[in-house]
């Protein structure tokens, strides 16, 4: 396992983390096979553990707390905040309100007395920056978190906030949330330069692109990931976007071959190559799953490897840009542009 700073934290973590969003319901995993795929990330040097309240509504954190008991000290342990907990309409967002009850939910659940990194899921356009930071470092100067990031924030977006941090002399968010992988490489374009120049750590999600580069998408094959029964849209063929990543793919799988690596490892080993990110997370339903994982640990794809890809998907761009994150809301409600 390779280790790498969190930004400008001092903290070493390792460049492959754990996600936990697939524990409980959402990917069918007990707690008795939550305990050992962490356990078993523990052993194989991962060191930092990921999950948010709104995974299965507070599930996941109940279930990596359990598992990390009488390991909390061996691990950096991250989580998130502001997506929608439940139907009422101030349990969500990024209020000093929601966000002082919201961690003291995730603390409950995960049975600890400090998280090491808490992170904003999403950007909340009802909500200033002041409020939010102000609310994050007051949880801070409490011991509750010890440092804070944001998750799926344009570019524009981490902008406003580090100069929101300096003007009101807050501290900052220290670390970012991307999605990224060889088949969405957009925030090569914006996100990354961004978050290199403030010095901040990148933990990329979906560095296996919901499964498409797991290996269980091939041509001519049934697709039977976890991802393409819950968002079968994701995987329907007959979607142009869809097809040219099936097509992607069958050329990424050549280029692994000749390389002598799986997908799975040609896959995290470019999320990882980016000097701009710091760590891959990957989500993992079953301890075999983590393994074929971990073997990616200390791949590190040669140059001549890097440009072949690039041949394949170039660099700044997604394949499936409908499918991000960090669109602007005016772009997304008409009503938000014509008011």
Same mark, same amino acid.
């Given at each position: 396992?390779?280790?790498?700073?969190?930004?400008?934290?001092?903290?070493? !973590?390792? %460049?492959?983390?754990?996600?936990?969003? =697939?524990?409980?319901?959402?990917?069918?995993?007990?707690?008795?096979?939550?305990?050992?795929?962490?356990?078993?990330?523990?052993?194989?040097?991962? =060191?930092?553990?990921?999950?948010?309240?709104?995974?299965?509504?507070?599930?996941?954190?109940?279930?990596?707390?359990?598992?990390?008991?009488?390991?909390? $000290?061996?691990? +950096?342990?991250?989580?998130?905040?502001?997506?929608?907990?439940?139907?009422?309409? =101030?349990?969500?967002?990024?209020?000093?309100?929601?966000?002082?009850?919201?961690?003291? $939910?995730?603390?409950? @659940?995960?049975?600890?007395?400090? !998280?090491?990194?808490?992170? +904003?899921?999403? #950007?909340?356009?009802? %909500?200033?920056?002041?409020?939010?930071? &102000?609310?994050?470092?007051?949880? *801070?100067?409490?011991?509750?978190?010890?440092?804070?990031?944001?998750?799926?924030?344009?570019?524009?977006?981490?902008?406003?906030?580090?100069?929101?941090?300096?003007? =009101?002399?807050?501290?900052?968010?220290?670390?970012?949330?991307?999605?990224? &992988?060889?088949?969405?490489?957009?925030?090569?374009?914006? !996100?990354?330069?961004?978050?290199?120049?403030?010095?901040?750590?990148?933990?990329? #999600?979906?560095?296996?692109?919901?499964?498409?580069?797991?290996?269980?998408?091939?041509?001519?094959?049934?697709?039977?990931?976890?991802?393409?029964?819950?968002?079968? *849209?994701?995987?329907?063929?007959?979607?142009?976007?869809? *097809?040219? @990543?099936?097509?992607? !793919?069958?050329?990424?799988?050549?280029?692994?071959?000749?390389?002598?690596?799986?997908?799975?490892?040609?896959?995290?080993?470019?999320?990882?190559?980016?000097?701009?990110?710091?760590?891959?997370?990957?989500?993992?339903?079953?301890?075999?799953?983590?393994?074929? *994982?971990?073997?990616?640990?200390?791949?590190?794809?040669?140059?001549?490897?890097?440009?072949?890809?690039?041949?394949? +998907?170039?660099?700044?761009?997604?394949?499936?840009?409908?499918?991000?994150?960090?669109?602007?809301?005016?772009?997304?409600?008409?009503?938000?542009?014509?008011?």
């Amino acid at each position: 396992m390779q280790y790498r700073t969190l930004g400008r934290t001092g903290v070493q !973590v390792s %460049t492959l983390a754990l996600g936990a969003m =697939n524990f409980g319901a959402i990917g069918r995993t007990t707690q008795d096979e939550a305990t050992a795929i962490v356990d078993a990330a523990l052993d194989g040097g991962i =060191n930092l553990v990921d999950t948010a309240d709104m995974y299965g509504q507070g599930e996941s954190e109940v279930m990596v707390g359990k598992a990390i008991k009488g390991r909390r $000290d061996d691990l +950096v342990l991250a989580t998130k905040a502001a997506m929608p907990m439940g139907e009422e309409r =101030n349990h969500r967002g990024t209020s000093r309100r929601w966000l002082f009850t919201a961690l003291e $939910d995730s603390l409950r @659940r995960l049975d600890v007395d400090h !998280v090491d990194l808490y992170q +904003v899921h999403r #950007w909340d356009p009802a %909500t200033s920056d002041e409020e939010a930071l &102000s609310a994050l470092t007051d949880l *801070q100067r409490a011991g509750k978190i010890r440092y804070f990031g944001s998750s799926t924030f344009p570019a524009y977006r981490i902008v406003q906030a580090q100069w929101a941090a300096r003007e =009101n002399h807050l501290s900052r968010y220290v670390t970012e949330q991307p999605s990224y &992988s060889i088949l969405q490489r957009g925030i090569e374009a914006h !996100v990354l330069p961004v978050t290199q120049e403030y010095g901040m750590g990148v933990l990329a #999600w979906s560095p296996l692109a919901s499964g498409w580069l797991s290996g269980a998408v091939r041509a001519g094959r049934e697709i039977t990931t976890n991802r393409s029964q819950a968002l079968p *849209q994701r995987f329907d063929l007959t979607d142009p976007a869809n *097809q040219a @990543r099936l097509d992607a !793919v069958e050329k990424l799988a050549k280029i692994a071959e000749q390389a002598d690596l799986s997908l799975i490892q040609l896959a995290l080993g470019f999320v990882t190559a980016h000097p701009g990110v710091t760590s891959a997370l990957i989500g993992p339903r079953t301890v075999g799953h983590l393994e074929s *994982q971990l073997a990616a640990a200390d791949t590190v794809l040669p140059a001549d490897v890097l440009d072949e890809l690039d041949t394949i +998907v170039a660099p700044g761009v997604d394949l499936a840009a409908h499918e991000k994150f960090d669109t602007p809301p005016a772009l997304l409600d008409p009503a938000l542009r014509r008011r």
